[in-house]
């Protein structure tokens, strides 16, 4: 960019905000946003419509400013006319919407967006070529983008954000409205993405997404109400789940247990005994005692966890 | 704010590959200003010049036989004939086949003479040559008036001037069609936030915006120029014995005013468009920045402000003027916060 560095610039390659928040016309999208997402890790943000999400990425994005508080991306304020150029072109955004000029070719799109992010020519072309074979569009890199089906496009909007080889990646929706087989071949991109060690930030309403992609995810509803990797939201909100699979069930089974110290609830359906446990390592031996000095025969031990629509509901509901 | 020429150019060459795949966009930069180019001149002017017989009359050939002369004489109640009258004062009289020098001439009938400077009130003048005489109540008819317009003439030169409305209308309604499209038309394609994630700045993508629709709508207004003075001279050259384009006031006005014309349509089209969110009200709106235009091009097609080489000039300045401060109002409109959170 051959811009001056800016007084705000920090060492740190990672994406953090402090107090984060965006009013419009007194109504508050984002309140109070603290986040810090580490270099290659895949942040999802989950939240209702309305939540927040896309303010905050286009806050990141350094495309509308924080009404107070402030984000920093690579060290770069956003908020920072000087850093806000910078910002742009270590970002790579896929907004809601592919929102690609119809009537200019898949070729065309990419090589605009190419030169506006000044990337060299003989870099750009080889890029551009990459990104269209690797997403199954060479064949049609010279038709006009108002022939393409959704998912073509979207995947176009994906090959656009990365054209310039962004440090950082904001997904916004990236599944959204495709259909099942389209969606599969963005998410694989993006965890082929993922393995390239970019720093992804992913807004999303599929939580199989989320779960699949994300190393950590925080719940938006303009606040931050839980943050966290997918597996320590479920044991944080639901705790751990043990489940008891039985040969023969002696009579008093499932009281008998809940004695059993750290053991939290139980639940008998058929032969199966799901059990919430503080730590399954320490419980789990004392459960399959207990059941065997009952009269009890154990067929298996399994430990598992509530799914994240679960967990995703349970911090919706109870507002964190 | 930082201000990159070659971002702009970026984006001015992505507006023209959209321009070239949009048939509607060519029609309009192509097919109106061809209309308005040679269609609208022989529709106007083949009329008019086919009246005319031929050029303008010469001085008529009087042959006059003057026996006599006088100088600085009062004459009154006379009949006079083949006389030379320099510097005198007549009055009631009758006087043929005379040359007149800077004479005063009052309640008279003149007929088959050489009238030059002097003043005439009241009188009758026939089958005479005047040059440089005061005429004050006085009729002229089936003379040669120096350094006057004939009738064909005056109504042809009427005739141009309100052409070159038409002219000044063609980078003043263009960019209605073509910045709907390439404003509005980011909005619909939701083009604009992925846009206006590269690192450009506001004013880089104004700029780029705006000298996209500038310069294809000037270039074809110079372009169609050329085919409209030869149209507009090979019509109208039998009847004034003389070719009139292109002369100051059209070429003041198609090389300077109408570049101007342009930018203010340009930057009320750029306004306007954030304010809608169809192509349609952003076409039928922006149309609207033509009205003060006609209006004034009316007034001086009326004679109320003479339409003179200088006063297009004037006009350029005034308008520019105005473009500077639209200018200033769509650098604050066309913000990308703005844009992102308003324009929807």
């Known amino acids: 960019m051959g811009l001056p560095p800016s007084p705000s610039v920090k060492a740190n390659e990672m994406i953090e905000t402090v107090d984060l928040t965006r009013r419009f016309d007194g109504l508050v999208a984002v309140e109070g946003l603290n986040l810090r997402i580490e270099d290659g890790e895949v942040f999802g ?276 | 704010m930082i201000l990159r020429w070659d971002r702009v150019g970026i984006i001015v060459q992505k507006e023209f590959s959209e321009f070239r795949r949009n048939k509607y966009i060519l029609y309009s930069l192509v097919l109106m200003p061809i209309i308005f180019a040679t269609v609208l001149p022989a529709i106007y002017l083949i009329p008019v010049s086919s009246m005319s017989e031929g050029p303008a009359n010469g001085p008529l050939d009087l042959d006059l036989n003057l026996s006599s002369s006088m100088q600085g004489e009062y004459l009154s109640d006379v009949v006079l004939s083949n006389i030379s009258l320099v510097d005198c004062t007549v009055q009631n009289a009758i006087i043929s086949n005379c040359r007149l020098e800077n004479c005063t001439v009052e309640g008279s009938l003149v007929e088959g003479s050489d009238i030059i400077g002097g003043g005439f009130t009241d009188s009758f003048v026939q089958q005479s040559n005047l040059d440089g005489t005061d005429l004050v109540g006085t009729t002229v008819q089936d003379s040669f008036l120096a350094g006057q317009p004939s009738d064909t003439e005056t109504a042809i030169l009427l005739l141009l001037n309100i052409l070159l409305i038409f002219f000044i209308l063609i980078p003043t309604v263009i960019p209605t069609v073509v910045a709907s ?115 004034l091009f009316l007034i001086m097609a009326m004679g109320l402000i003479p339409l003179t080489a200088l006063n297009i000039v004037f006009l350029a300045l005034v308008v520019l003027i105005i473009d500077l401060a639209m200018l200033n109002l769509a650098r604050r409109t066309f913000r990308r916060e703005e844009i992102l959170v308003n324009w929807k």
């Not at chain 1, 809601?96 to 030169?115: D, I, M, R, T, V």
């Not at chain 1, 931050?224 to 008891?244: C, H, K, N, W, Y």
């Not at chain 1, 059993?260 to 789990?284: C, Y």
């Not at chain 2, 342009?262 to 609207?288: E, F």
Request: hydrophobic share 40%; net charge neutral.
């Open chain 1, 45 to 320: 943000l989950l939240g209702p419509n309305g939540a927040g999400k896309t303010t905050t990425i286009r806050m990141l994005s350094a495309l509308i400013s924080p009404t107070s508080g402030s984000a920093f991306i690579d060290g770069l304020d956003v908020s920072h006319r000087q850093d806000q150029l910078r910002i742009r072109s270590m970002v790579g955004l896929l907004p809601e919407s592919p929102g690609l000029y119809e009537s200019l070719s898949a070729w065309q799109n990419l090589e605009f967006y190419g030169k506006m992010y000044g990337v060299p020519t003989s870099e750009r072309q080889a890029r551009i070529k990459q990104l269209l074979t690797t997403l199954e569009l060479w064949d049609r890199r010279d038709d006009a983008v108002s022939g393409f089906s959704k998912g073509m496009k979207q995947k176009v909007s994906i090959a656009r954000a990365l054209v310039h080889e962004p440090r950082y990646l904001f997904l916004d929706e990236p599944t959204s409205g495709l259909d099942p087989q389209a969606a599969l071949t963005v998410r694989q991109y993006i965890m082929e993405l993922r393995g390239e060690g970019r720093t992804i930030l992913l807004n999303t309403h599929n939580l199989d997404d989320a779960h699949r992609l994300c190393d950590r995810i925080g719940v938006l509803r303009s606040r931050l109400l839980a943050i966290g990797s997918p597996d320590e939201l479920a044991d944080r909100f639901f705790g751990r789940t043990t489940m008891v699979r039985m040969v023969s069930i002696p009579k008093g089974v499932p009281e008998a247990v809940l004695k059993v110290p750290g053991v939290l609830s139980s639940e008998l359906n058929g032969n199966e005994l799901t059990l919430r446990v503080e730590d399954p390592s320490v419980q789990n031996p004392l459960i399959v005692d207990l059941i065997i000095s009952m009269g009890g025969k154990v067929e298996y031990v399994e430990q598992g966890r509530r799914g994240l629509e679960d967990v995703y509901l349970k911090i919706i509901e109870g507002g964190g």
């Open chain 2, 181 to 295: 499209y390439t404003i509005v038309g980011e909005k619909i394609n939701r083009s604009l936030e992925p846009l206006l994630a590269t690192p450009t700045t506001d004013l880089e993508l104004l700029v780029g915006k705006a000298a996209s629709i500038f310069i294809p709508c000037v270039l074809v207004t110079w372009a169609v120029f050329l085919p409209f003075v030869i149209i507009v001279n090979t019509i109208t050259e039998p009847a004034l014995g003389y070719s009139p384009m292109p002369d100051a006031i059209w070429i003041a006005g198609v090389f300077l005013l109408s570049p101007m014309v342009c930018g203010m349509s340009i930057l009320s089209n750029v306004i306007i468009s954030s304010r809608v969110t169809d192509v349609r009200s952003a076409q039928q709106l922006g149309s609207l920045v033509v009205l003060p235009i006609v209006a």
